[in-house]
Structures are given as C-alpha cells and as structure tokens.
C-alpha cells in the first residue's frame, strides 16, 4: 500500500515502536487522511481498525476500505470507544493502538472548521461538528469561568484580562468570527508583540474545552489498556505539554514507577499489578530534519508502551480540574 499524500508526526519512530507483524490487529484511533493506517498496511499482513470523531474524514476511510482487500475497516466516533469498535470487528482483542493528539492540519487550513486564528471563519472549532462550539463558550460563560478554560487549558498568563475583554465586547454583539476574537485578544494583550500570536492560547483552550479533549484522552488511555493483548503496543504522539503529562502520568503510573521511591522517602508499591513495561524512559521528539520540513513536528513527543499480562486497572477516566463542564454550557445554551 502507498502512503498517505500528508506524511503523520514521526511515521518512522511511530511504526519502530508499534512493530507491526503479519496477522496482526492494530488501532488507528486518530485515522485522519489515513497516513498511518496506510504505513501500517504496508509494514507488514495486517488488519487496521481506523476510528476517528470528524466526519469529514468518513471518505477517505471509504476509498481506503475499498481498496484494502478485507484489511481495513473504520468506525465513526471517539477512541476512547475503541473497545467497542475491536469487538465489532470479532476479535478478543488488539495488537497495537496509535494516537495522534490534537487538530490535524487539515482540520487547521479549513477555515470553516474554525481553529485557525490566521484566517477568517465562523468560531466553531467542533471536531465532531457536534455539541456546544466555541462560540456558544465565548458568548454564554462567565467571566470567571472563561479565564479557567484560559488559564488552565491554555496555560495563558493573561486571562483574567482576556476574558473580561470577551464579556465587555460580547454585551454589544456576539462575537462569532474567528478574526474577531483574535483581533480582540491581540487589542488587550498588553507588552510587545512576539513571535507567538497573541491568540494562540486562548484559541488552544477553547478547541481543548469544546471536544473534552483530555477527558477524552484519559479514557482513551484507559480504554486502550482494557483494548490491548498481552505483548501489544501503546504509542502516543502529542503536541503540547497537557496532553503529555497525561500521556506520561498514565504510563508511569501503569508501569509502577510512580512510587519508586529515593533515599529520603521509601518505596511506595502500586496498589494494582503493572499493566505496562516502558520501551523507552523519555519521550522521543523529531529529528531535526523533520522538525525543520514540518514545523508541526517540532512540539511532537512519542511515548510508548508494551502491555504486560496483568488485569487493567479501575477505570477513573475523569480529569480533575475547576473547569465548567459540556453540560454546564447546554444549560445556559437552553
């Protein structure tokens, strides 16, 4: 199989940690365009389920699963409903499960999608083009609730600020246009102009808080433990350092490693059986060469894990935080 037109973050250090082997079953829980599915394919006689929450992604997964010969087959939704997908597909379980974090590049230059901040369209940013969109945050939250989506999910040092800019400006009109809201957080952004846009973090929070993207990456992880056979892989890509430390919390958590323990304080031993050996101590990151051809390759971090025998751990599956939550914003929606 040839690969995809868009070459995916670390394809190479991606297929070296997942090994795929003829006869086996993986998980392509971010499908996009494909280009994993498709580099998986071609490694080696293998089966790939690819999932993915955008519709817009549903003919590519169509021309793909034409032209795959039986070995492809694609379910719309979340990873994190992965286990359902594995048994939809009969099997008892999954060799190997790949997750690219965050928006695609494609999702960023559809300017209709609303994620970018560089080009007009309505402020939307929805990957399943359902539920509250970032303009039903914007223009519904308090004051006080928009600065902890801010603060929290865009690690923005400014947004108290920002946020009572937003309500000011909001009480004359809506604001729904994704310049509008750039133009307004550049306006109060106080200090020098930087290499980085002053929207930037907001716009990060608010597509965060619009698709629950780590809650929904917490259960993925949890569901690919419970998804994986003996001996099957783990890898994660992710783009920034939220969607990292969860990544790394899980697996070092999984891995028994949280209570290692030092020469001042004692070994304190996991409460479940590992679930998970590491394959390597640190994050990967791209070469330079790739980090210098694809600027989006320059944030990625790899982190992967091979799935010990041991049971799967309790489901927690929440990611704590002071946070409004979906449903709150239905409510003053309705």
């Given at each position: 199989?040839?690969?995809?037109?868009?070459?995916?973050?670390?394809?190479?250090?991606?297929?070296?940690?997942?090994?795929?082997?003829?006869?086996?079953?993986?998980?392509?829980?971010?499908?996009?365009?494909?280009?994993?599915?498709?580099?998986?394919?071609?490694?080696?006689?293998?089966?790939?389920?690819?999932?993915?929450?955008?519709?817009?992604?549903?003919?590519?997964?169509?021309?793909?699963?034409?032209?795959?010969?039986?070995?492809?087959?694609?379910?719309?939704?979340?990873?994190?409903?992965?286990?359902?997908?594995?048994?939809?597909?009969?099997?008892?379980?999954?060799?190997?499960?790949?997750?690219?974090?965050?928006?695609?590049?494609?999702?960023?230059?559809?300017?209709?999608?609303?994620?970018?901040?560089?080009?007009?369209?309505?402020?939307?940013?929805?990957?399943?083009?359902?539920?509250?969109?970032?303009?039903?945050?914007?223009?519904?939250?308090?004051?006080?609730e928009l600065a902890t989506i801010f603060h929290v999910y865009g690690e923005e040092r400014h947004a108290r600020r920002i946020a009572r800019a937003i309500v000011e400006v909001r009480a004359a009109e809506p604001i729904t246009r994704?310049?509008?809201?750039?133009?307004?957080?550049?306006?109060?952004?106080?200090?020098?102009?930087?290499?980085?846009?002053?929207?930037?973090?907001?716009?990060?929070?608010?597509?965060?808080?619009?698709?629950?993207?780590?809650?929904?990456?917490?259960?993925?992880?949890?569901?690919?433990?419970?998804?994986?056979?003996?001996?099957?892989?783990?890898?994660?890509?992710?783009?920034?350092?939220?969607?990292?430390?969860?990544?790394?919390?899980?697996?070092?958590?999984?891995?028994?490693?949280?209570?290692?323990?030092?020469?001042?304080?004692?070994?304190?031993?996991?409460?479940?059986?590992?679930?998970?050996?590491?394959?390597?101590?640190?994050?990967?990151?791209?070469?330079?060469?790739?980090?210098?051809?694809?600027?989006?390759?320059?944030?990625?971090?790899?982190?992967?894990?091979?799935?010990?025998?041991?049971?799967?751990?309790?489901?927690?599956?929440?990611?704590?935080?002071?946070?409004?939550?979906?449903?709150?914003?239905?409510?003053?929606?309705?």
């Amino acid at each position: 199989m040839s690969r995809a037109p868009h070459t995916p973050v670390m394809l190479d250090e991606v297929l070296h940690a997942l090994l795929p082997r003829d006869g086996g079953l993986y998980i392509d829980g971010t499908f996009g365009a494909g280009g994993y599915t498709r580099a998986i394919m071609g490694e080696a006689g293998c089966r790939v389920l690819g999932i993915d929450r955008d519709p817009t992604v549903r003919d590519c997964a169509h021309l793909l699963q034409s032209a795959s010969g039986g070995r492809f087959a694609f379910a719309f939704g979340p990873f994190s409903l992965m286990e359902d997908v594995v048994a939809a597909a009969g099997s008892s379980g999954a060799d190997g499960v790949v997750l690219d974090l965050g928006v695609s590049s494609m999702q960023i230059d559809e300017a209709e999608r609303g994620f970018s901040f560089q080009q007009d369209g309505p402020l939307d940013m929805r990957m399943a083009r359902s539920g509250p969109s970032a303009a039903d945050a914007v223009n519904r939250l308090e004051a006080d609730e928009l600065a902890t989506i801010f603060h929290v999910y865009g690690e923005e040092r400014h947004a108290r600020r920002i946020a009572r800019a937003i309500v000011e400006v909001r009480a004359a009109e809506p604001i729904t246009r994704t310049l509008a809201l750039a133009e307004l957080i550049a306006r109060v952004m106080p200090g020098k102009p930087t290499r980085i846009h002053p929207a930037t973090r907001v716009f990060q929070a608010l597509r965060i808080f619009v698709n629950d993207e780590l809650g929904e990456l917490t259960r993925g992880l949890e569901a690919a433990e419970r998804a994986l056979r003996p001996a099957g892989r783990l890898v994660v890509v992710s783009f920034h350092s939220l969607e990292d430390r969860i990544v790394k919390a899980f697996l070092r958590a999984r891995c028994g490693l949280e209570g290692a323990g030092s020469r001042h304080q004692p070994e304190q031993f996991p409460a479940h059986e590992p679930s998970f050996t590491l394959l390597t101590r640190k994050a990967l990151t791209a070469s330079d060469a790739e980090a210098q051809d694809n600027p989006r390759a320059r944030s990625a971090k790899l982190r992967a894990a091979v799935r010990t025998s041991a049971p799967a751990w309790p489901r927690d599956g929440a990611v704590p935080s002071r946070l409004p939550d979906l449903s709150r914003l239905m409510e003053v929606r309705s």
